[in-house]
């Protein structure tokens, strides 16, 4: 049996291309391995890093990109408020 791949936060942060201060960050939450006082990182812990964070798109209809007529769109009513007084008095 072979020993499996180990990376250290600096190979680990490469491999994600994330920061290495990310890693440190977050080791709480991530899959990894320690020895000692060094956090180590397999191709496994990396392949569940990036499973962890995947996003998947939305399904559904998309939206319609054509333009609206300004009375249907509720921002177009909207205006900016008065501007406000100073609050010094001049005597």
Sequence with gaps: MSAPSLFTYDE???ALRV???WLQ???KALPHTKIGREVLFTEEHLAEI????HVAPV????A???AAPAASNP???LRPL???RSLRRTS
């Design 12 to 14: 680990a942060a490469d």
């Design 19 to 21: 920061q290495k201060t």
């Design 25 to 27: 960050r977050h080791i």
């Design 50 to 53: 990036v499973r962890a964070f």
């Design 59 to 62: 399904t559904g209809p998309l």
């Design 64 to 66: 319609d990109t054509s």
């Design 75 to 77: 921002l177009a009513t």
């Design 82 to 84: 008065p501007a406000r």
